[in-house]
C-alpha cells in the first residue's frame, strides 16, 4: 500500500492527527486496534466527566502566562518549555474547533460548569459528561466526512526504517494477511502502558506500543518513571475517586470494618487532613502530605486487609443532600455530586446506599516519545502525539490538559506530517525490507500462554513499580522481565499468528523502560516516588533519557 501519512491508534489524538493530515490534501491511513470510537483511552468512560483545559475561560485573573505557570510548577522541572506554550497557546482554538463539531460542556443553572483542575490555581477546565466519548464522536463525524481511509481491527506488527527515516509500517489486517505499507510519515498516537499494572483503567488495546516501537528503532524517550496513578473504584463500578469526593470524608475501612488510616500516618496528621490536601489534586503525588492516602491503602492491601478483589470498601451514605450544602469546604462537590450520582446508577450502582470497593489504579503515563515543537521524535518521518508523547506534562499534569493536549498536538503532528510527506516524498519499499521486520514477525508467531505471561507481569508490576517503590523492588523487577522474555522467545513457533503476543512483548518493553528510569531517579518527585529516597534532591532536577 502507497500513502502519504500513517495514523497509528484511535484515540482522541489519532483522530484529530488524522484530520490535520487529510486537510493539508495528504492521503492518510488510519491503522487501529479496534474500530474508530471504540479504540483508545478517550472513548474508554473511565470517569463521569472530562476536563479540557483553557486559560480565562471561567475566571478573569486567568490568562495564558498563568495557566503556563502552573503547567511548569506541576511538572516540577521535567516539562519542555517550548511544547508547554505550544499547549498553551493552542488549547482554545483546538476547544473552538470541537464546539463547531458539536462537543458542548455541561451546564448548570444556565452556566456552563468550569472547573478547577488539579495543580491549578484557576478555575479553567471545561466539564464534558462522558469523559471523552462525545470528543471521539465528533472527530468520528469529521473523519467520515472526510473519507479518511481507515484499516480496523489490525495490529502493527514493526516499523520500517531506511535511509535513516522512518518510512512504512508492516500490519496485520483483520483478515489475518500481513500488509507493507509505504508512507511518507507515521504518526504514533497509540496511548500509554497503564495496563502494564493489574489495577489500571485503561483499554486492553492501550499496551505501550508507541513507546515500544519508537525505542527499537532508536527514538528518545523520557520521563517514563512519572507515571500518574491515583485512587479508583474498582467494584462493581471502575472509575476515578475524583478529587472533590474527599471533600465530604468518605467513610473508609478494611474488608473486615477496621478504621485503618491513621496508623500509616505520621504524627500529628489525621485522616481529614490527608483527605483535604487530596481535594487539591486527582492523582498520587509525593509532593504534598495527600500521598499517605494511596500510601496507606496499598500498605494495607499488601497487609491483607482487603477483599477478594484487592479492594477497601468505601461508603457514601452520609452523603444526604443536607450534608453536602453544609460542608464548609466543597472542592466543587456540590455542584458535581449529581453527575456522579447519574454515572453510577447508569451502570446499576446507588452509591449512597451500596458500599463501593476502591483501589490504586494506574491512570497514565506523562513522558514518552520525546518530540519538538513539530511533534516529531528524534527519528526524522517519525510524529507522536498524545499520552504517547512527552514534553507537555513533567512530574505531575494537571487535571484536564490531557485532553487538550491529545487535540493540540494530534493537530500538530497531522498538519507536519503531511507537509513532512509532501516535501521529503516516499522511499520505495519492497518485500526485502520487510525482512528489518523479522524479529516481531517471529514474535507474532510464537506459542505461548500470552494472556497468562501478562498477568504475571501485571501482578509484577503492582507488586514492584507501582506506588512505593524501592531499589530493591526495582531490581526484581528487571529481573522477572528478562525472565518472561526467556520464556517468551523460547517457545516454540506457532502456524497462525496471535496479535495478543504483539502486545505482551510491547507490555514487557514499556515495564522495562519505566523501571530503568524509576531505577535511575534515585528521588522522589511529584508522581514518582522511592521509598528509600523519600525527598526531592536537586541534583535530579533533569529528565532521564532512554535510547536504544
Known amino acids: 500500500m502507497h500513502i502519504d501519512v500513517l495514523v497509528v491508534g484511535g484515540g482522541g489524538a489519532a483522530c484529530r492527527a488524522a484530520i490535520a493530515a487529510a486537510d493539508q490534501d495528504a492521503q492518510v491511513l488510519m491503522v487501529l486496534k479496534n474500530t474508530v470510537g471504540h479504540s483508545g483511552t478517550t472513548t474508554h468512560k473511565c470517569c463521569e466527566i472530562a476536563g479540557y ?27 519542555a518549555p517550548e511544547l508547554v506554550q505550544l499547549l498553551v497557546e493552542n488549547a482554545g482554538p483546538r476547544f473552538e474547533d470541537l464546539r463547531r463539531w458539536g462537543v458542548s460542556p455541561a451546564v448548570q443553572d444556565g452556566r456552563e460548569v468550569i472547573m478547577k483542575g488539579c495543580y ?37 506488527v514493526d516499523l520500517i526504517v531506511k535511509e535513516g527515516r522512518c518510512c512504512g509500517a508492516m500490519v496485520l489486517d483483520e483478515a489475518g494477511q500481513i500488509q507493507l505499507i509505504e508512507t511518507g510519515a507515521v504518526i504514533l498516537a497509540t496511548g500509554g502502558a497503564s495496563q502494564v499494572f493489574l489495577q489500571n483503567l485503561n483499554p486492553s488495546d492501550v499496551s505501550g506500543d508507541g513507546y515500544s516501537l519508537a525505542y527499537d528503532h532508536g527514538a528518545v524517550l523520557k ?89 477497601l470498601p468505601v461508603s457514601f451514605a452520609h452523603f444526604t443532600p443536607e450534608y453536602i450544602q453544609n460542608l464548609d469546604y466543597d472542592a466543587d462537590l456540590k455542584q458535581l455530586w449529581p453527575m456522579v450520582q447519574t454515572h453510577f446508577k447508569e451502570s446499576g450502582v446507588d452509591i449512597c446506599r451500596e458500599v463501593v470497593g476502591i483501589t490504586c489504579v494506574a ?34 499534569r494537571l487535571g484536564g490538559n490531557m485532553m ?25 519499499l519492497c518485500e526485502e525490507d520487510a525482512g528489518q521486520a523479522e524479529r516481531m514477525y517471529a514474535a507474532l508467531f510464537r506459542d505461548v500462554d500470552s494472556a ?97
Open 404 to 428: 487538550g493536549t491529545c487535540q493540540v498536538f494530534g493537530e500538530i503532528s497531522g498538519r507536519e506530517a503531511a507537509g513532512f510527506a509532501q516535501k521529503n516524498g516516499r522511499i520505495p
Open 120 to 156: 491549578s490555581s484557576r478555575r479553567r477546565g471545561y466539564t464534558i459528561e462522558g469523559h471523552g466519548d462525545p470528543i471521539v464522536q465528533a472527530l468520528l463525524a469529521q473523519i467520515e466526512k472526510r473519507r479518511i481511509a481507515r484499516m480496523e481491527n489490525a495490529t502493527v
Open 363 to 396: 491512570q497514565a503515563v506523562n513522558g514518552g516519545i520525546a518530540i519538538d515543537h513539530r511533534a516529531m521524535s528524534t527519528l526524522p518521518g517519525l510524529f507522536a502525539a498524545g499520552e504517547t508523547a512527552a514534553g507537555p506534562h513533567g512530574a505531575d
Open 452 to 548: 497468562e505471561m501478562i498477568q504475571q507481569l501485571q501482578c509484577l508490576a503492582q507488586e514492584n513499580l507501582f506506588i512505593c517503590r524501592t531499589q530493591q523492588k526495582l531490581n526484581r523487577m528487571l529481573l522477572e522481565i528478562e525472565r518472561l522474555e526467556d520464556a517468551f522467545w523460547s517457545s516454540p513457533a506457532a502456524d497462525s499468528p496471535s496479535t495478543q503476543n504483539i502486545s505482551l512483548y510491547h507490555l514487557l518493553n514499556s515495564a522495562r523502560l519505566m523501571t530503568l528510569a524509576a531505577s535511575a531517579r534515585k528521588e522522589s518527585r511529584g508522581s514518582h516516588y522511592r521509598e528509600d529516597y523519600p525527598a526531592s534532591n536537586p541534583a535530579y532536577e533533569m529528565q532521564i533519557t532512554l535510547k536504544k
Open 53 to 79: 483545559n483553557v486559560p480565562g475561560c471561567g475566571d478573569p485573573q486567568d490568562n495564558e502566562e498563568v495557566y503556563y505557570s502552573d503547567i511548569m510548577s506541576a511538572a516540577m522541572g521535567m516539562a
Open 223 to 311: 520521563n517514563m518513571e512519572f507515571m500518574q496513578a491515583g485512587i479508583g473504584f474498582f467494584h462493581p463500578v471502575k472509575s476515578l475517586f475524583n478529587t472533590y469526593l474527599w471533600a465530604g470524608f468518605p467513610f473508609l475501612t478494611n474488608a473486615r470494618g477496621e478504621l485503618f488510616l491513621e496508623k500509616y500516618l505520621p504524627a500529628g496528621l489525621t485522616s481529614k487532613d490527608v483527605m483535604l490536601e487530596h481535594c487539591r489534586h486527582f492523582p498520587f503525588s509525593s509532593r504534598d502530605i495527600s500521598r499517605y492516602l494511596e500510601i496507606g491503602i496499598q500498605k494495607e492491601l499488601a497487609a491483607g486487609g482487603g477483599d477478594a478483589r484487592m479492594c
